[in-house]
């Protein structure tokens, strides 16, 4: 029972900035990796970031070099810092976590948040 809770969402018009959040709660042993992902209506759901227990990162070609993931493992929380912001970046924002729920557990648990949306006005 591992639950995420998202927040930060909101309007911001283009050029602007945001920063999601997600904390983690529930029987956690170990957190291996943490993402964000996002959905536009009509596109598919699409890797936005992704940061891993040994803090290496990916993240979409379209949101390189604007947007930061991070890690905070002491609050089991992932940010994630939108800069720059355009319409194409309006979307749902969902974020994901797995890990271990026991000793010596790697991936035992899959969980999403339940998504926050983001727009970008022109």
Partial sequence: QVQLVESGGGLVQAGGSL???C????S???INTMAWYRQAPGKQRELVARITSSSSTNYGDSVRGRFTISRDN?????Y?????????DTAVYYCNVAGGLRPGERIAYVS????T??????
């Avoid at 994630?80 to 194409?88: D, R």
């Avoid at 949306?117 to 022109?122: A, G, H, N």
């Fill in 80 to 88: 994630l810092q939108m800069n720059s912001l355009k319409p194409e």
């Fill in 23 to 26: 904390a983690a709660s529930g």
């Fill in 74 to 78: 002491a609050k089991n929380a992932t």
């Fill in 112 to 115: 999403w948040g339940q998504g």
């Fill in 117 to 122: 949306q983001v727009t970008v006005s022109s």
């Fill in 28 to 30: 956690i042993f170990s």
């Fill in 19 to 21: 920063r999601l959040s």
